[in-house]
T-cell receptor, first 113, second 113 residues
Framework: DAKTTQPPSMDCAEGRAANLPCNHS???????VYWYRQIHSQGPQYIIH???NNETNEMASLIITEDRKSSTLILPHATLRDTAVYYC??????????????FGKGITLSVRP | DTAVSQTPKYLVTQMGNDKSIKCEQN?????MYWYKQDSKKFLKIMFS???????INETVPNRFSPKSPDKAHLNLHINSLELGDSAVYFC????????????FGPGTRLTVL
């Protein structure tokens, strides 16, 4: 699986959008971008994933650049409960794919009141 | 109606003891995993089972023996516990192939004294 690079930390004000960047310059054509987060003392939680089109769900939006070498996770209205470590993971999806998740260091998002 | 559950939540034991951690999922998934998160917060895959068969074994000491009695359960038995085994152990489950968003349990904090 391709490697990802994330800044170690960032913060944002409550109610504002949080834009979390991720670089994955060695991504292959069949690799998806996944985002998980881990709130303190809890298990990781799936947020969203995408291949090349932008994706949106009830939790967040995922914007993938046209060359697919980077992406941004957007939490449109951050709350204090969104304070967590966010992991950007690149992996192949589909039958026979290696199903493990390879976690990096992630980015620590701190939402301030 | 917990999706992925683990018992116990906390486990404190002496070096050299043998202990087990249990995991159950009620999501109808056919793939289950064990991850280890060490004191530096790095989260790494240990094992993965698909339909009760071992498919991933990530260079884990053979003191660790996973057992999957059925698709809904994946237990982790650890022999001759060492200080370095202290960590938080997370169980996860997913469908195999296709979109396989992984659902994580709450974790078991193991402390070896």
């Amino acid at each position: 699986d391709a490697k990802t690079t994330q800044p170690p930390s960032m913060d944002c004000a409550e109610g504002r959008a949080a834009n979390l960047p991720c670089n994955h310059s060695t991504i292959s054509g069949n690799e998806y971008v996944y985002w998980y987060r881990q709130i303190h003392s809890q298990g990781p939680q799936y947020i969203i994933h995408g291949l090349k089109n932008n994706e949106t769900n009830e939790m967040a939006s995922l914007i993938i650049t046209e060359d697919r070498k980077s992406s941004t996770l957007i939490l449109p209205h951050a709350t204090l409960r969104d304070t967590a470590v966010y992991y950007c993971i690149v992996r192949v999806e589909g039958p026979g794919a290696n199903s493990k998740l390879t976690f990096g260091k992630g980015i620590t998002l701190s939402v301030r009141p | 109606d917990t999706a992925v559950s683990q018992t116990p939540k906390y486990l404190v034991t002496q070096m050299g003891n043998d202990k087990s951690i249990k995991c159950e999922q009620n999501l109808g998934h056919d793939t289950m995993y064990w991850y280890k998160q060490d004191s530096k917060k790095f989260l790494k895959i240990m094992f993965s089972y698909n339909n009760k068969e071992l498919i991933i074994n990530e260079t884990v000491p053979n003191r660790f023996s996973p057992k999957s009695p059925d698709k809904a359960h994946l237990n982790l038995h650890i022999n001759s516990l060492e200080l370095g085994d202290s960590a938080v152990y997370f169980c996860a489950s997913s469908h195999s192939g296709g979109r396989n968003e992984q659902f994580f349990g709450p974790g078991t904090r193991l402390t070896v004294l």
